[in-house]
């Protein structure tokens, strides 16, 4: 199977813009989670859905949106970009219905940096 | 509060000695524990997880770790460290009672592995 794929991989945008990225999850993988990883703050969980919805929700500022489609791709969406937004964005898939046991299969990242 | 502590930022291990990377969390309930692994410039792979059962788990690459209860410790082993094995390796948790389903995530350890 095809992994976990995230486009695009570097982003380079202005403060004030916003930004949008993209995540495609293992085939038959329903459940789809976005991190923000930075050398200060480390892993932060911003958001995971499930079967379209939005089943659980990090500390991040409405800034951060995100959605998930019936094919199970979702999109991350950052508004008013702030310098402190400058991170690895991570997507990471689950077939783990009830989002407790499974394993997640991360991306290999996208990397914005705003300036 | 519900936390995962790693509280060595970097471990230094000449190649073919044991590795020892620890973690150590605090939450209510049982916990689901899981390490994963980041290569350079990559995403996270998982290594192993511990659920139920044998509080030794074993997982890729050959490593392995020991649920402790009493200590509330899951660190990470290896019986021979090899020189491709350093790299950032995180520890997360997600409690048993959180219905928000959320992983708690340690702040990571870089593993050294010197030849």
């Known amino acids: 199977k095809a992994g976990v794929t995230q486009t695009p991989r570097y982003l380079i945008k202005t403060r004030g813009q916003q930004v949008t990225l993209s995540c495609s999850p293992i085939?038959?993988?329903?459940?789809v989670s976005w991190y923000q990883q930075t050398p200060g703050q480390g892993l932060q969980f911003l958001f995971e859905?499930?079967?379209?919805?939005?089943?659980n929700k990090g500390n991040f500022p409405g800034r951060f949106s995100g959605r998930q489609f019936s094919n199970s791709r979702s999109e991350m969406n950052v508004s008013t970009l702030e310098l402190g937004d400058s991170a690895l964005y991570l997507c990471?898939?689950?077939?783990?219905?009830?989002?407790?046991?499974?394993?997640?299969?991360f991306g290999p990242g996208t990397r914005l940096t705003v300036t | 509060a519900q936390s995962v502590a790693q509280p060595e930022d970097q471990v230094n291990v000449a190649e073919g000695n044991p590795l020892t990377v620890k973690c150590t969390y605090s939450?209510?309930?049982?916990?689901?524990l899981f390490w994963y692994v980041q290569y350079p410039n990559r995403g996270l792979q998982f290594l192993l997880k511990?659920?139920?059962?044998d509080n030794l788990v074993k997982g890729s690459y050959g490593f392995e770790a020991e649920f402790n209860k009493s200590q509330t410790s899951f660190h990470l082993k290896k019986p021979s460290a090899l020189v491709s094995d350093s790299a950032l390796y995180f520890c997360?948790?997600?409690?048993?009672?959180?219905?928000?389903?959320?992983?708690?995530w340690g702040a990571g350890t870089k593993l050294i592995i010197k030849p």
């Open positions: 511990y659920i139920t059962g």
């Open positions: 990471a898939s689950s077939s783990d219905p009830t989002g407790l046991l499974y394993e997640q299969y």
């Open positions: 859905y499930f079967s379209e919805t939005q089943r």
């Open positions: 085939s038959g993988h329903r459940s």
């Open positions: 997360a948790v997600r409690p048993w009672a959180d219905s928000n389903y959320q992983l708690i």
């Open positions: 939450v209510s309930g049982n916990p689901y």
